[in-house]
Nanobody, 123 residues
Framework: QVQLVESGGGLVQAGGSLRLSCVASGRTFSLNSAGWFRQAPGKEREFVAR????????DYAEFVKGRFTISKDGAKNTVYLQMNSLNPEDTAVYYCNTVIPYGNTWRARADYWGQGTQVTVSS
């Protein structure tokens, strides 16, 4: 089973920035598209961003376009999410996973998840 470890969350004021990291075991992100998801209290987990195995292509949910940037370091098997211009609606637990296409969006390939990292944006 692939191990996924997210980190980098925290408490930030509205307008601030955070950079999340996700390390996967093995060559997981070299062989598969990787994505970030988030789950706010009382809501379902939702897709945020995706990056191709080569890192050459990215996709974003509409609500983060222009504010978030997904990237990866293949040598470290790590995927990042740079989050700028944060607002209180971005408060959630953020998770990473490998992803596959699902209609006009992306869903997690695997059923298992890491512990996630909490992002809290104060107004």
């Amino acid at each position: 089973q692939v191990q996924l470890v997210e980190s980098g969350g925290g408490l930030v004021q509205a307008g601030g920035s955070l950079r999340l990291s996700c390390v996967a075991s093995g060559r997981t992100f070299s062989l598969n598209s990787a994505g970030w998801f988030r789950q706010a209290p009382g809501k379902e987990r939702e897709f945020v961003a995706r990056i191709s195995p080569s890192g050459s292509r990215t996709d974003y949910a509409e609500f983060v376009k222009g504010r978030f940037t997904i990237s990866k370091d293949g040598a470290k098997n790590t995927v990042y999410l740079q989050m700028n211009s944060l607002n209180p609606e971005d408060t959630a637990v953020y998770y990473c996973n490998t992803v596959i296409p699902y209609g006009n969006t992306w869903r997690a390939r695997a059923d298992y998840w890491g512990q996630g990292t909490q992002v809290t944006v104060s107004s």
